[in-house]
């Protein structure tokens, strides 16, 4: 004798709680987003296009051409000494690096200032939060590495303070 057909499995996956995940997405800016209850782990993640981030850092790139510029020549000549004589700050995170605390404005520090610790150096912004960078010690900036709007690795250097 054959055994009757099983009833299909009812699905674990509630469509509704997908959706409300995805809204939490859209609404706070997160690009993914895992769940796990009574053994169902659910993952939301949304892939983020290039072209708009290019359109959101080219701005800032593009006004502050002249300040980067300068940075960037002030420290192409001391780059050997200064990496000798001083110690690298370091990006302790991934996302983009600013300069000044708004478009148009002074910026944290140029090469040359007199800084203490704990003085912010610049910021960078990691997903829409913008994070000061402060100085690890009091010292003098020999050189800046990054110019502004500039994306950032972890690890990679960004200033030397002597």
């Known amino acids: 004798m054959a055994s009757p057909p099983k009833a299909p499995a009812a699905d674990p996956i509630d469509a509704r709680l997908v959706r409300r995940l995805a809204d939490i997405l859209t609404e706070t800016g997160l690009s993914e987003i895992e769940v796990e209850h009574a053994g169902l782990k659910i993952r939301v993640a949304k892939t983020l296009t290039a072209a708009p981030m290019q359109v959101v850092q080219a ?15 002030a420290s192409a ?15 302790p995170m991934v996302g983009s690096v600013f300069l000044q605390p708004e478009p148009g404005a002074e910026p944290f520090v140029k090469v040359g200032d007199t800084v203490t610790a704990g003085q912010t150096l610049m910021i960078i912004e990691a997903m829409k ?4 960078i402060p100085a690890p010690k009091a010292g003098k900036v020999l050189e800046i590495l990054v110019e502004d709007g500039q994306p950032v690795e972890f690890g990679e250097p960004l200033a030397v303070i002597g």
């Open 59 to 73: 701005a800032p790139v593009a006004a502050a051409t002249p300040v980067a510029t300068a940075t960037a020549a």
């Open 77 to 91: 000549d001391a780059t050997p000494a200064a990496r000798a004589n001083g110690d690298e700050v370091k990006s």
């Open 129 to 132: 939060t913008m994070n000061p």
